[in-house]
């Protein structure tokens, strides 16, 4: 993914966004990261991706925490968890 790409789609919050929130404030916890535009209070397809940002951004000397996929295979999976939490709720 590009620093650009979205990770939370709920609230249109990017990779970047995240990456700079999670190292400017330096979190105690994952869920704070809620706090940069509402990030994971959505569906909650991101939260994975936003406590794997957390980890990596509250390292001394942090490598790159974007997911290792493109912004299309992250999209096609959001709409597959998005299809697979539908099914769950019909019954
Ligand atoms: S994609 Fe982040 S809460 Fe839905």
Redesign the pocket.
């Known amino acids: 993914m590009k620093p650009d790409d979205k990770?939370?789609?709920?609230?249109d919050?990017p990779y970047r966004k995240l990456w700079h929130f999670a190292r400017r404030h330096q979190l105690s916890r994952p869920s704070q990261l809620s706090e940069c535009l509402g990030?994971?209070?959505?569906?909650?397809?991101?939260?994975p991706f936003l406590r794997r940002i957390f980890e990596v951004a509250s390292q001394e000397n942090p490598p790159d925490a974007a997911p290792p996929i493109t912004a299309e295979e992250y999209a096609h999976a959001?709409q597959a968890y998005l299809a697979s939490a539908e099914q769950r709720n019909k019954f």
């Open positions: 990770i939370c789609y709920c609230y919050v990030a994971g209070t959505g569906c909650g397809w991101c939260i959001r």
